[in-house]
């Protein structure tokens, strides 16, 4: 049941979301200390953008090669 491709999938967008929401957050809070609205948010945005995206797709390739695995391996 927990290898199901499912929830692997489930657990990509998971990751993508945090990535994303977490780096943008903390550009927020760094934007309200120094006040340099909204420059330090977009820069987060970008950053936590470019890690979601590459770390979702290095667990969607170990998905898909888990997946398309024989089972007597």
Known sequence: MWNSPSFGLL???SYLATA?????LVGHFLDLRFETE?????VFLV???AAGFYG???QLMQLVERTN?????
């Open 38 to 42: 909204p420059v330090l948010t977009l």
């Open 11 to 13: 657990g990509i967008g």
């Open 56 to 58: 979702a797709y290095r």
């Open 47 to 49: 950053m936590g953008l």
């Open 20 to 24: 994303i929401v977490g780096l943008t």
């Open 69 to 73: 695995r024989p089972d007597g391996e």
